[in-house]
């Protein structure tokens, strides 16, 4: 659909058909606003898709991202979607070795059962204990946080007041992240469990004094008021359909095809120019709402771009005959990847792979952590794959930051996914590569993406899946422009409604809910 064959003045445009951007349209449609949104791609929902990368293999993939946690469930009831999420029965498995013998750590299962999982591993129940404190106070941050993220954005002084928690404040908004996991627990396997919500995406060590650490920390275990990471039914491009449908449904017009060279504003009016397999043309818009990187932003109105920004991971998606066997017989494979199953994740190891990194080298023992997407939700699988016993495995890389990748990045790609399967071979009783299914010209089913392949596919910054580093969920001085909601630009009537918006990243749709609230707010609703 052109968008001339709409009108060719609109109350707002959109650019970039990623779930933000759906968001912003369906609650502006809904709210009586002419809205387009024009997509450089042939279909919508960014990094938020389900796509079948094997050829001949009916296995719907969320390829990129793969999990939510952050999406509130105000969105999903104001915009009546058709889309539900699953728990994960177990929340991580972590294998170890412990006086040469195979064993690990599962989380979940009931509280009996992970209080014997960790007596089990370190000999004690003080590991245990520190974690049912820790994981407390993180719950109580969740459920005083997470509402804020839908309302206007509160000071600094004012989330801490409504954290009303001197220590968690110092915990995770002060002072290094690392400090407080050094302090409560002592054993190295548990610290890193522990960290990895700290380097999700994020390419910091544990003491990082800029905090970027515990950023990304605080992002992971807020979610939905609770930190709970669940299981889209029907992968992840179910919710960007259904968002897109809600949109459509509203009267919003959604253009593919269309990719957004310039944006000019006057702050009152502006008009987008774009590019079609037809050519170019523009639209005009009261207000222009950018689902797309701060760079992007930048880009179109022609100001100064931000600081660059790299990602720093490995996404690798699979499809498995059948799950491996472990070397630690005590756990059910269909437990262990279940939830997030860590490889390579001990505090130390972490440590030495952030300083490998950092010095130019691809980390020695590549830390990831697995999950198996059809062990709770097998919609996403072919009657016949089900039938079958196949299931699928998610993996993500950390400390693997783009730069690594710049002089060659199909060799890096293969010499990184060669040493990450190594690692998790190292705790299974057979090797992946026998459990890997193959696609229709006998290939196997295992595909993998470095920043540089995000970069190229979705034009992600140096591969950085939050756009830039994450914010904090508050008003931050000096930084006047992103106004009450934290959408604003210096341009009155363009906003930024991507991941790099305050309060962005993470399959949220927080940053479209808060750019049509922006929106609405000045127009009189």
């Not at 997509?39 to 094997?54: I, K, M, N, Q, Y």
């Not at 504003?265 to 120019?273: P, Q, S």
């Not at 998610?394 to 190594?422: I, M, Q, S, W, Y």
Request: glycine share 12%; proline share 5%.
């Amino acid at each position: 659909m052109a968008a001339h064959e709409g009108h060719r003045a609109y109350d707002a445009v959109i650019v970039g058909g990623g779930h933000n951007g759906l968001v912003a349209a369906a609650y502006l449609a809904r709210a009586g606003r002419s809205v387009l949104v024009l997509e450089r791609l042939a279909g919508t929902g960014g990094a938020a898709v389900s796509t079948r990368p094997f050829k001949g293999v009916d296995a719907r993939l969320s390829r990129y991202s793969y999990l939510v946690s952050l999406l509130p469930k105000k969105i999903v009831r104001d915009l009546g979607l058709d889309f539900r999420v699953r728990a994960r029965t177990v929340s991580s498995y972590t294998p170890a070795e412990r006086a040469g013998r195979p064993t690990g750590l599962l989380v979940g299962g009931g509280a009996r059962r992970t209080r014997e999982a960790f007596a089990r591993l370190t000999g004690s129940d003080a590991e245990y204990q520190a974690w049912q404190r820790f994981y407390g106070m993180t719950g109580r941050v969740a459920a005083r946080v997470f509402p804020t993220l839908t309302e206007p954005l509160p000071t600094r002084e004012d989330l801490r007041r409504r954290v009303d928690d001197d220590e968690a404040w110092r915990v995770l908004f002060e002072e290094p992240v690392g400090v407080a996991i050094e302090e409560r627990f002592a054993d190295d396997l548990v610290r890193g469990v522990v960290l990895t919500d700290a380097l999700i995406g994020t390419f910091a060590d544990a003491h990082d004094p800029g905090l970027r650490q515990n950023r990304c920390f605080l992002y992971h275990v807020i979610g939905g008021g609770t930190g709970d990471w669940d299981v889209p039914v029907g992968g992840m491009g179910a919710l960007t359909d259904a968002l897109a449908g809600a949109a459509r449904a509203a009267g919003a017009r959604i253009a593919t095809g269309h990719e957004a060279l310039r944006v000019d504003t006057d702050g009152t009016t502006a008009e987008v120019t774009y590019r079609t397999a037809d050519g170019e043309a523009t639209v005009a818009a009261r207000h222009v709402l950018v689902n797309a990187a701060p760079r992007e932003l930048a880009a179109l109105t022609g100001d100064t771009p931000p600081a660059p920004a790299e990602g720093a991971q490995l996404k690798v998606n699979m499809l498995l005959t059948r799950l491996p066997r472990l070397r630690d017989t005590s756990v059910d494979p269909r437990e262990a990847f279940a939830g997030t199953f860590h490889i390579a994740e001990g505090y130390e190891q972490l440590a030495a792979a952030h300083a490998q990194a950092a010095a130019g080298r691809l980390p020695a023992e590549p830390p990831s952590e697995i999950y198996c997407h059809s062990l709770t939700d097998p919609t996403i699988l072919g009657p016949d794959l089900v039938e079958r016993g196949c299931q699928t495995l998610t993996l993500f890389g950390l400390h693997t930051p783009a730069r690594l990748f710049d002089r060659d990045n199909d060799a890096t790609r293969a010499e990184l996914l060669a040493a990450t399967v190594a690692q998790l071979d190292a705790h299974l009783a057979e090797p992946l590569a026998d459990c890997l299914a193959t696609d229709a010209d006998g290939r196997p089913c295992i595909e993998a993406k470095t920043p540089l392949d995000l970069e190229r596919d979705l034009r992600l910054p140096g591969g950085n899946i939050f756009h830039r580093d994450l914010s904090w969920p508050y008003a931050q001085e000096g930084a006047d422009d992103t106004g009450r909601w934290g959408v604003g630009t210096r341009h009155a009537n363009v906003l930024l409604c991507g991941a790099g918006a305050v309060r962005g990243g993470g399959v949220s749709g927080v940053p479209g809910h808060n750019a049509a609230m922006a929106v609405l707010e000045t127009t009189g609703d």
